[in-house]
C-alpha cells in the first residue's frame, strides 16, 4: 500500500510539473540575436552558403557563387 502512494505521489508532482510553462522563450531572429541571416522558419544561420548568405540578422537570400 505504501509504494501505492508513492506511485500517486509522483504521478501527480509529474502532471503539476508538465502544466508549469517553460522558463523562457527562445528570441526571435534578428539584429539583436543573430550575426548571421535569418531564414524563412526563422532560425540563424551562418549566412556563408550559397543558399542562405547575408548578414546582421536580414533575412536570408540566395547569392551567387562569387
Known amino acids: ?22 522558463c523562457g522563450k527562445a528570441e ?4 539583436a540575436t543573430c550575426f548571421g541571416c535569418c531564414d524563412e522558419a526563422g532560425l540563424c544561420q551562418t549566412g556563408t552558403t550559397v543558399e542562405a548568405c547575408g548578414g546582421d540578422g536580414a533575412a536570408c537570400k540566395a547569392c551567387g557563387s562569387a
Not at 1 to 19: A, D, E, I, Y
Not at 28 to 31: A, F, H, I, W
Request: one cysteine or more; charged letters at 5%.
Open 28 to 31: 526571435p531572429c534578428g539584429p
Open 1 to 22: 500500500m505504501k509504494n501505492v502512494s508513492w506511485l500517486v505521489f509522483g504521478v501527480s508532482l509529474g502532471f503539476v510539473g508538465s502544466m508549469v510553462p517553460s
